[in-house]
């Protein structure tokens, strides 16, 4: 099982306030991702980034923002919350670790945050 | 485009009965094609992973297949069990970045009754 972590699992809100989730792994990966996914729907990648102080907007445009300042630290924070964001966050690791299945650069995904705003 | 689009949507069947879902994709240059499975509120979990020259692959109950002329996959479960109710997804990597982009198709959600 992948060791990558996502806090908190369920977040609900009001509008306009500030949030952080939280996303760590114990791999030592080099690449991290956050994607959205509503129900029913594919994934879709927001940020990623290949390293300490790299990080990249992804393909669906988001008002979120992330850092990486530790390896294994990503964490992405909404400054003002809408109803428009809820929906389920998903971050995921990569990278070039001990293992056949690290070849592929698989992508490990943590369990999620279900994020309701309302 | 690049996409990835599987069949069916949804799928019910009962318990010890097999099933085959599918996945074509149109990316290129192509990478590997990659089975999920997610639990309702969970993340993804990888299946298999398969490159061009492979064209099957196992785990377990589970067999991907893919045919990469004509850009088709498949997986087969057999023996199905309820824990297997889930939603399945096809990823598709492409070799066009060092990223390794993925591309996601929107799933196949299977129940499984007893």
């Known amino acids: 099982e992948a060791d990558i972590y996502q806090t908190p699992r369920y977040l609900v809100i009001g509008t306009g306030k500030k949030i952080t989730l939280e996303c760590s792994q114990t791999m030592g990966h080099d690449k991290m991702y956050w994607y959205q996914q509503d129900p029913g729907m594919e994934l879709h990648l927001i940020h990623y980034?290949?390293?300490?102080?790299?990080?990249e907007k992804g393909d669906l445009s988001s008002e979120s923002t992330v850092s990486r300042i530790r390896t294994e630290h990503f964490p992405l924070t909404l400054e003002s919350a809408r109803p428009s964001h809820t929906s389920q966050y998903l971050c995921?690791?990569?990278?070039?670790?001990?293992?056949?299945?690290?070849?592929?650069?698989?992508?490990?995904f943590g369990p999620g945050t279900r994020l309701t705003v309302l | 485009k690049n996409q990835v689009e599987q069949s069916p949507q949804s799928l019910i069947i009962l318990e010890g009965k097999n099933c085959t879902l599918q996945c074509n994709y149109t990316v290129s240059p192509f990478s590997n094609l990659r089975w999920y499975k997610q639990d309702t509120g969970r993340g993804p979990v990888s299946l298999t992973i398969m490159t061009f020259s492979e064209n099957t692959k196992s785990n377990g109950r589970y067999t991907a297949t893919l045919d990469a002329d004509t850009k088709q996959s498949s997986l087969h479960i057999t023996a199905s069990q309820l824990s297997d109710s889930a939603s399945y997804i096809c990823v598709v990597s492409d070799r066009g970045s060092t990223l390794g982009r993925l591309y996601f198709g929107r799933g196949t959600q299977l129940t499984v009754w007893p």
């Open positions: 980034s290949y390293g300490v102080n790299s990080t």
């Open positions: 995921a690791s990569s990278g070039r670790t001990s293992g056949s299945r690290s070849s592929y650069n698989e992508q490990f």
